[in-house]
């Protein structure tokens, strides 16, 4: 089985700090993502990943950054978290064909 | 316009009973087609991908619309644990694999 994990379920953090979330994936997948998750907005990508080093912008990459050092661990950035940015955060990673392999996701509140 | 419009529910449904939904796409040159599934508080996970002939998994049955640009799902003989979120996906085209998803259409199923 495909196994995505991201480092925390739950993250209350402050106006301005800096966030990492952190995302592990076990299968040798090439393609990584980051989506984040509102109330009637769907999911919607942030950055995305097709290969070590290799980032691409999504629909909504303001505010964010992304780095991709290693092949299995993919980190979204939040260079100075704002309260707009509290949301579900999900990860996913997928090989060659579409289906995409979620996390269970990060719940950030920035306060 | 949002790209994947669902009805957001929910639809509430007697255990046994069946339950139909609509998802409509935008983008006529869209290919790829799936619903997620996604349970309260946990990521999305693939339920079906939606062929052209439509196609069934179980009690479940998708159709395709090229026509109207819809695509439907149907659960037939529900059961408690089919109460979860549906989201309709949709690939877009000339993109490297890049999917859109809907907002979702909740189902609850009541004994």
């Known amino acids: 089985d495909v196994k995505v994990t991201q480092s925390s379920r739950y993250l209350v953090k402050r106006t301005g700090e800096k966030v990492f979330l952190e995302c592990v994936q076990d299968m040798d997948h090439e393609n990584m993502f980051w989506y984040r998750q509102d109330p009637g907005l769907g999911l919607r990508l942030i950055y995305f990943s097709y290969d070590v080093k290799m980032k691409e912008k999504g629909d909504i990459p303001e505010g964010y950054s992304v780095s991709r050092e290693k092949k299995e661990r993919f980190s979204l950035i939040l260079e100075s978290a704002s309260t707009n940015q509290t949301s579900m955060y999900l990860c996913?990673?997928?090989?060659?064909?579409?289906?995409?392999?979620f996390g269970p996701g990060t719940r950030l509140t920035v306060t | 316009r949002k790209e994947v419009e669902q009805d957001p529910g929910p639809f509430n449904v007697p255990e046994g009973a069946t339950v139909a939904f609509n998802c409509t796409y935008s983008?006529?040159?869209?290919?790829?087609f799936f619903w997620y599934r996604q349970d309260c508080r946990k990521e999305p996970k693939l339920l079906m991908s939606v062929y052209s002939s439509g196609n069934e998994d179980g009690r479940f049955t998708a159709q395709l619309n090229r026509a109207s640009q819809y695509i439907s799902l149907l659960i037939r003989d529900s059961k408690l644990s089919d109460s979860a979120t549906y989201l309709c996906?949709?690939?877009?085209?000339?993109?490297?694999?890049?999917?859109?998803f809907g907002a979702g259409t909740q189902v609850v199923v009541t004994p």
């Open positions: 996913a990673s997928r090989d060659r064909g579409l289906e995409q392999y």
């Open positions: 996906v949709v690939n877009m085209p000339d993109s490297w694999g890049k999917l859109q």
């Open positions: 983008n006529s040159a869209s290919q790829s």
